[in-house]
Nanobody
Framework: QVQLVESGGGLVQPGGSLRLSCTASGSIFSINAMGWYRQAPGKERELVADITSGGSTNYADSVKGRFTISRDNAKNTVYLQMNSLKPEDTAVYYC??????????????WGQGTQVTVSS
């Protein structure tokens, strides 16, 4: 069993900041890429940012310069620092991780989602 548990969502005013965290636990041998996706009402889930085990990052154009993804490999944790938030950033944010389990199975795992609302 592998679990991803997210935290850090909430309500923030435009221009504000939030930091999301996601920790993976369970029968993990190694974790490859970790990332954050989001889904707004009526829209498809989209990639926000991801990061490899070596630290290479990739961002959606809409968040470049405002969001920063990082990870602590020792803690199996990925973070998303979100600054200069805009109302259009409002969505449910999901953590994703590509994990090799101790049984030799590679799979995509998802967190339960955390709501981020940007509103005055």
């Amino acid at each position: 069993q592998v679990q991803l548990v997210e935290s850090g969502g909430g309500l923030v005013q435009p221009g504000g900041s939030l930091r999301l965290s996601c920790t993976a636990s369970g029968s993990i041998f190694s974790i490859n890429a970790m990332g954050w996706y989001r889904q707004a009402p009526g829209k498809e889930r989209e990639l926000v940012a991801d990061i490899t085990s070596g630290g290479s990052t990739n961002y959606a154009d809409s968040v470049k310069g405002r969001f920063t993804i990082s990870r602590d490999n020792a803690k199996n944790t990925v973070y998303l620092q979100m600054n200069s938030l805009k109302p259009e950033d409002t969505a449910v944010y999901y953590c994703n991780a590509k994990i090799l389990t101790i049984w030799g199975i590679i799979n995509d795992y998802w967190g339960q989602g955390t709501q981020v609302t940007v509103s005055s």
